[in-house]
């Protein structure tokens, strides 16, 4: 990496576990100045272990204004007003077709994978228009093609893809970058709490109704099963990569399948519907 970029300052929310905990360790090897956000302190002690001492922990709770505020303050505090790099990660990964999904949950994925990022970008920027900083947003190939039975995360994904172009195209004469990191399916725990939440919300769907979804349902399941999952450090390498390149991409798939859902979402409609109907039939039957 550049020289020019050794301690700079990074905030990294949702670094507790998977990409996040990823892209703080790394960029915290790459030489960057991290602030891992977590939301209990013990992932901290836990995160400390792994890391050089530059990188601090703070808590960080993208849905608390109070918490993302006070983080603003430390951040602008031990780095002299000036923050590098915002890597909006903190996210919910659950989902379900849009009749059995209980509205309450929707609205709270919506408040962490949305909400909370425009909260903490718009708490960030007077610190990253100082440093001609970058916004790095975690989208994933949700963002690019909505699937049967994940509305409401593909939903949360194109907006974050939305709001990613959007900024990009506000903040260019400010010097401040705007950049989409893509993944695809990632070895995370969060499979076996997506497994766990499935599994509860079809208990709870009246059989009439359920039963209107089985096909959907085991599709959805072998999907699972035959995604090629990438270590989390491919992400962090591609983050590293919109932090120092000289002239960063827009978009940056992470994966087979993402950078096969970017070129397959320009599909026709129709045709994009026609496959997707008959991948069902062949993996649902």
Request: aromatic content about 6%.
């Amino acid at each position: 990496m550049e020289n020019s970029f050794n301690n700079k300052t990074i905030i990294i929310t949702g670094a507790s576990t998977g990409i996040g905990k990823a892209c703080a360790l790394h960029l915290d090897k790459t030489g960057f100045k991290v602030f891992a956000g977590i939301r209990k302190q013990n992932d901290g002690d836990s995160l400390k272990e792994e890391v050089s001492d530059k990188l601090t922990s703070i808590i960080l709770d993208v849905t608390d204004i109070k918490s993302i505020q006070s983080a603003a303050n430390i951040i602008e505090k031990e780095s002299n007003g000036e923050l590098f790099g915002l890597v909006n990660n903190a996210g919910i990964g659950l989902s379900g077709v849009v009749e059995v999904t209980p509205i309450e949950e929707i609205r709270k994925l919506m408040e962490v994978n949305v909400i909370g990022l425009f909260a903490v970008t718009q708490t960030m920027l007077p610190l990253l228009r100082k440093s001609k900083g970058r916004i790095i947003n975690i989208g994933s190939t949700s963002s690019f093609i909505a699937l049967p039975g994940a509305s409401v995360y593909s939903a949360s994904k194109f907006a974050v893809r939305a709001i990613t172009d959007s900024l990009r195209r506000e903040l260019k004469h400010l010097g401040v970058s705007s950049i989409l990191i893509a993944p695809g399916a990632v070895e995370s725990e969060i499979w076996e709490k997506r497994k766990e939440y499935k599994a509860e919300l079809r208990k709870r769907v009246k059989p009439e109704i359920a039963e209107h979804y089985t096909t959907l349902a085991r599709f959805g399941d072998k999907i699972e099963q035959e995604l090629k999952k990438v270590p989390a450090i491919e992400v962090a390498k591609a983050v590293t990569k919109a932090l120092t390149s000289a002239k960063p991409k827009f978009y940056y798939p992470v994966g087979s399948d993402a950078k096969g859902a970017t070129i397959t979402s320009l599909f026709p409609k129709r045709f994009l519907d026609w496959a997707i109907m008959k991948r069902i039939k062949q993996l649902g039957g």
